[in-house]
């Protein structure tokens, strides 16, 4: 079962548990992601485009929200997405991600990415965000998350 299923399953967390720190001192979650910024995902400033750093946290999102549904998967919405720091070619990016909470065919996802730059093997925060996913069955139809349930 994934760590995290039972509690979160119909769990709603009030605001002050939810709220994301600007800089988190740790990655919270399980790693989903781990990849090599590269020249070719560089926008005109030189750093990374933004959008490859959203399609790599909604990637791992993923990974997670298929684990926990035993499903395919579609991303339904994305929120408190906050870029905090620019992102260079050559970075290691992982992206961490942790179950937040389950209804009945969707799952909250929390996404941090970290990097690690250089020789510096220090981590550092460079984003987050709380994706939802919805469990969709071959017709692309919404079905309820298998798991446990809430004791
Ligand atoms: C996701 C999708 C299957 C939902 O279909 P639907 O007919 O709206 O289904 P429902 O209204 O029953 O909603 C299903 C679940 O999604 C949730 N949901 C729907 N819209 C949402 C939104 N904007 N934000 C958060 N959750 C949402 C509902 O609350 C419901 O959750 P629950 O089952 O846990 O209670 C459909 O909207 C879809 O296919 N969207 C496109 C997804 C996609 O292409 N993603 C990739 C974009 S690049």
Redesign the pocket.
Same mark, same amino acid.
């Given at each position: 079962m994934i760590p995290g299923l039972a509690s979160a399953r119909g769990l709603v967390l009030s605001p002050s548990m939810t709220a994301e720190p600007s800089s988190p001192v740790d990655p919270r979650g399980e790693v989903v992601i781990r990849t090599i910024a590269m020249p070719a995902d560089a926008n005109a400033n030189g750093d990374i485009f933004g959008g490859w750093l959203f399609s790599q946290m909604d990637l791992g999102g993923a990974v997670l929200a298929r684990s926990v549904s035993h499903s395919r998967v *579609?991303?339904?919405?994305v929120e408190a997405m906050n870029f905090v720091t620019p992102v260079n070619v050559g970075d290691i990016v992982t992206c961490y991600a942790r179950l937040e909470q389950?209804?009945?065919?969707?799952?909250k996802i929390a996404i941090e990415a970290w990097v690690k730059r250089g020789t510096d093997q220090a981590e550092h925060h460079v984003t987050h965000g709380r994706f939802?996913y919805?469990a969709?069955d071959a017709a692309?139809?919404?079905h309820? *998350?298998k798991g446990e349930p809430a004791a």
């Open positions: *579609v991303t339904v919405s389950i209804g009945r065919s969707s799952m939802t919805v969709i692309g139809k919404p309820p *998350v």
